[in-house]
């Protein structure tokens, strides 16, 4: 079983970065690609951007130009940098490894960012 634990969340002002980690622990292989998602609230949970094994990224509209992905296979750890941050960003945010028609993972707590305007 493949477990994720989100940190890095918290509140910033619009404009402002924050960087999101994701540590993978268990049945998690280099070769997996990983997404990070969110959720705000009385929505339901959205893609924002995933990375595969060799580096290549994915983003959805609402991040393209201002999020960054990245992965460090040697600490199983995927980040999620967040720049000119809007308050439409303000959501938890996840990690998980899309597989199949599903995730390799539980969705775990997740990370909490709020963009006050």
């Known amino acids: 079983q493949v477990r994720f634990v989100e940190s890095g969340g918290g509140l910033v002002q619009t404009g402002g970065s924050l960087r999101l980690s994701c540590a993978a622990s268990?049945?998690?292989?280099?070769?997996?690609?990983i997404g990070w998602y969110r959720q705000a609230p009385g929505k339901q949970r959205e893609l924002v951007a995933t990375i595969s094994s060799s580096g290549g990224t994915y983003y959805a509209d609402s991040g393209k130009g201002r999020f960054t992905i990245s992965r460090d296979n040697a600490k199983n750890t995927v980040y999620l940098q967040m720049n000119r941050m809007k308050p439409g960003d303000t959501a938890v945010y996840y990690c998980?490894?899309?597989?199949?028609?599903?995730?390799?993972?539980?969705w775990g707590q997740g990370t909490q960012v709020t963009v006050s305007s």
């Open positions: 998980n490894a899309p597989y199949g028609s599903g995730y390799l993972g539980n």
């Open positions: 268990g049945s998690f292989s280099s070769r997996n690609t």
